[in-house]
């Protein structure tokens, strides 16, 4: 199944979010180079300064809590993510392995 993590238009943001069972807390910041995110499940942290990317899966990670997909997609075109698009052209998704 795909769930859709929803996200606003800014470009600092954190928010927390139940992912695969698991109490996830995400932080994503736009720089000059692109979107980024920090990603803790539980207390443990799994990613630091990672840059989103389209179709990009971001966990990359099988032997990691978390047995699925996690990545943006651009409903739009072939971008990869960027602030001002967040939660509408550019959506963050959880693909389970189910």
């Known amino acids: ?14 928010l927390t979010c139940p992912i695969a ?3 996830c807390h995400i ?3 736009q ?9 803790t499940a539980g207390t443990a942290p ?6 989103c990317q389209n179709d990009t ?3 990359r990670n099988p032997a990691g ?5 996690l990545y943006f997609t651009d409903i739009q ?12 052209r550019f959506l963050l998704r959880y693909e389970d392995d189910t």
């Open 77 to 88: 075109g072939h971008d990869d993510p960027s602030f001002s698009g967040l939660g509408s």
């Open 21 to 23: 069972g698991l109490q």
């Open 31 to 39: 720089l000059s180079t692109g979107l980024y995110m920090d990603l």
């Open 46 to 51: 799994l990613l630091r300064g990672i840059l």
């Open 27 to 29: 932080w994503l910041r």
């Open 1 to 14: 199944m795909i769930y859709t993590i929803p996200l606003m238009s800014t470009a600092a943001q954190s």
């Open 57 to 59: 899966d971001i966990l």
């Open 65 to 69: 809590p978390l047995p699925g997909r």
